[in-house]
């Protein structure tokens, strides 16, 4: 596929997904105005609230009025507190993409570790291969809050090596103090790496069992060399696919994260959007997330595209 | 099988990495900043002082940049800020207040009559969003006779004047247009720093009250109870507003950290309809009461922290009746209630509950049990908290509502009078919204106090409202804080007094 196609499909899918996001918001019963008025106003003061913050026109128009003023650089209102949603995700968006990106630093390692150590041992009956095996799916399975409370009882509470919870420094940055992130990004990573490396673990295997390579470790070529050159090249394009889906993952499960240990990023901000039915600023955060999630697969795609080029045979 | 090396070695190495880049304890709190961790959400989290705050982070910070005119002390008497005192005339419809001369704001301009004014239009024209506070108040008739004499009209005769500017009449610059970023203040301290979710206040040497003790706060709003408590039992705060009974009980005999209780806070009333079957039977109201094992509430749900309910919603307020006798558990006069209103093969009722605040579907699944014992078989319905407070909320015949320390005076505003948006019980009596007008026209304290002891006491014979207890408000500090304010209600959001023991 050539790289302006490549584009095109990721345009199409983004304005795609603010579609599916807007829509979905806007069908949850209940509105911004019942969340402001707490259920304690009038229906003619609800109503005139409604009409204040536009509320009143079809979701069709609001959607149009939305994407007209994105053109613009302009994401609107808070439809509850009336801040511009561009400074309130702005507040909050390097806080998310720093623990994202210390979550994504370790799950990438794991992922591929894990996929290696299941690939390697798939098809064999060796002993190591089931208890790997169920581990991993059991970490895949593991609901973050679970993970957590587990993390912060063992480092923070037996350990005392950890705090519990992540207050970031007032004004400051997260690396200012990076040991704040090392349970939530553990908490995000172990559970994402476990899934990611049950879908990249069959290409490994699948490779693995590729003639070329058992004609390599007959040659007599080490390990890492095997490894490296008739082994990794193929695994490049599936692995860039699948930790572009696990950083959308992971900055999904930020929302419970950032909770649990009083992080103050998106998540935390997202969770609270939703439930109160601000739609401008939970269509600002599903567009940041689509972005990163798209970038990934634009990434992949040129990988796969270059390696398909270059592939040995 | 060489292959397996190499990379569990990468992971063991990654893991290595990542956890000798994280030290070890957080360093002792510095002595001149107070940490504050309160309950706020960055979703709601507002610059704007007179529309629905729902965040108590943001009171706080509004507290700490603005003046009031007027707070409530922890006994419920009132406390005169930016007001010195009020007049009234006759008729109890025309009230001049007059302001201190020494205010200013952040910027150097002195604090007026106009800007009060303005100030208490604004919250007026939020009424939809901040409850009505303001709604005693003819503010177009209301003026500025100088630049330190308001005179405020209200609709009705209304001697409790002071206390209805108890809540938040945060004054800001006449004319205050946009609140995208703090508006200039003229309270006890500046924002000097940080953002919404955290932010960092410095005291004003200017300030017309007494100094402060504490020369800089942290204020930071964290959702969760339990990362608040975890906040400072890891000293990395120095008070946790807001924790869980669990988390108070689990610190007992730890000697670094204190819990400041804050009486009768919470409150899970169980509502009941007037105007639907079978609650339109004042037996079967009665029945229901009866059926309550209160102790077992309060003790499940709160953990024993609070105090029993009796049925009157405002316990902790100064015109509370203090001789209505408590009410107890009455199995056998409950099923002869039932039985006198037709009810005897039984009754089967559906009550509704939520998760928004902590225990309240606990609650209503005790109280379904308690109940059934008297022969009313309850099936308990839990719906999601997004929209408990649109659909359920004032909506449904039997469910459990919520009210958080607020005066009796607001409670009727919102919940009791004839003409409240969100008569929840459907408590629709001419005669009551009589006395409560009556009461409010009553200008000796004394008898206004017993007439409205008397409306409460109403309620709690009559009513539709089961309060079974009242919840204390439970802070965690760390154990060098002192003066946290510990009075129900509004007061508690001012914090400028607090201080860190040297």
Redesign the interface.
Known sequence: MTVPRILARLSAVAALASVVVFGATAL???DAV?????????AA??D??RAELGLDRPVWRRYADWVTGLARGDAGR?L?????VG??VA??LPATLTLAGAAMA?TV??T??LA??LG?TAGRRSRAARPVGGLVTVAAALPQVVLAALL?TVF?GLL??????S??P??GSPLD???LL?LP??TLAIPSAAYGATMLGGAVADT?RRPHVAAAVARGVP??Q??ARHVLPFLLAPALRIFALLAGGTLAATAVVE????Y?GLG??L???V??R?VP?VQAIALAATGVVLAGFLAADLAAALTDEERPC | ????H???G??AL?LAV??S??????PAASGAALRY?TVG????????PH??I?NQSDLVRFGLLYDVLTKPRPDGTTEMRLATSFTPDAKLTTWTVRLRTDATFSDGRPVRAADALFSLRRVHAK???N??RLLMFDVARSRAVDDHTLELRTTAPYAEVPRALESISFVVPDGTRT??RPAPGSGPYAMT????????LERKDAWWGERPPTRRI?V?????P???A??V??R??DVAIGVNPATARQVKGNEDVTIVHRPAMTMYPFVMRLDREPFDDPRVREAIKLATDRRELLDKVFLGYGRLGNDLLTPADPSSPGDVPQRTRDLAQARDLLRQAGHGDGLTLTLSTTTSYPGMDTAATLFGRQLGEAGITVKVVNEP???Y???V??KKDFYTGFFGGIPFLDVAR?SLLGSA??NETAWKRPAWDEGFAAALATADPAKRRAALGALQREIHDEGGYVVWAAGDGLDLTSAKVADLPTGAGFGSNFIERTRLLP
């Open positions: 949850l019963p209940s019942d969340a402001r008025t707490g259920g304690r106003a009038t003061e609800q005139r609230l808070s509850l507190t009336g801040r511009p400074d309130v507040e909050r370790l390692p794991l591929v570790a290696w150590l390697a912060v923070a005392r090596a950890l705090p519990p919870v207050l970031l007032a004004g103090d990076p040991a090392v990004a553990l693995l390990a890492r095997v490894a909770t649990f240990f009083g103050a935390e901000l969770a609270g959007a439930a109160s601000d600023v | 099988m060489k292959l397996l190499a990379p569990s990468v992971l990654g990542s956890l880049a994280c030290g070890g304890d957080e961790v959400a960055p979703a709601t989290a507002t610059h704007d529309g629905g729902i009424a939809a969003e409850f009505g609140f995208d720093g940080g953002d919404l979710q955290n932010t960092v942290e930071r709003a964290v959702i969760d339990g990362a608040r975890q906040a039992l890891s990395q705060a908290p997004d929209t407070w649109t659909e909320f004032a919102v948006p969100t």
